[in-house]
């Protein structure tokens, strides 16, 4: 990394000669815009908790479903059942970011989407790693790893290191 004019840092590459990075407005491109990073820390948590309540109906949706089914089928379907119930949030994720939008109904509704590194938009396979990474992480060390976006200007957090991601502010035309 090296001091760029006009208070924007350059980021370079670590291999002599590639700058292959899409230019324009990708998160990644030459140079680190703060303001795509202002208040992302707040933001992220604001989307978060909008997402908590839309998971929280889908699956209150799904528990009285499962119910349902695990008593037509005297409790044999019990497991799956639970384990399919239990699967929501990954899924919520997975399917949300993974699709067109890049970003949960929270993460929208706070001007926010994800990104891969290199600008591209993330598949189903990095959202998904990017949810079970993020749940397991936060139910290992009860959120205190979290903490890890404090330390970079980014507000990256370990689940997005692990994911090749970024999540960053958006405008309201480019939705």
Avoid at 26 to 52: G, H, K, Q, T, V
Avoid at 57 to 67: D, E, K, N, S, V
Avoid at 87 to 110: C, D, E, K, Q
């Amino acid at each position: 990394m090296k001091q760029a004019g006009g208070g924007q840092i350059e980021l370079g590459s670590l291999k002599a000669g590639e700058n292959s990075r899409n230019s324009g407005d990708s998160a990644f491109s030459d140079s680190f815009r703060a303001d795509d990073y202002e208040s992302i820390r707040l933001r992220r948590m604001f989307a978060y908790l909008i997402d908590i309540v839309c998971i929280g109906i889908i699956t209150w949706i799904a528990g009285f479903i499962a119910t349902i089914l695990g008593i037509i089928s005297f409790g044999a379907l019990t497991p799956v059942l639970f384990l399919g119930v239990a699967l929501v949030p990954v899924a919520y994720n997975t399917v949300l970011i993974g699709g067109s939008w890049n970003a949960t109904i929270g993460m929208r509704f706070m001007n926010m989407k994800m990104e891969v590194l290199d600008g591209e938009d993330p598949d189903y396979l990095t959202a998904a790693i990017h949810a079970v990474v993020f749940y397991l992480s936060i139910a290992v060390t009860s959120s205190l790893i979290l903490l890890v976006s404090l330390f970079n200007p980014r507000g990256r957090c370990l689940h997005d290191f692990v994911a090749n991601v970024v999540i960053r502010r958006v405008s309201l035309s480019s939705q």
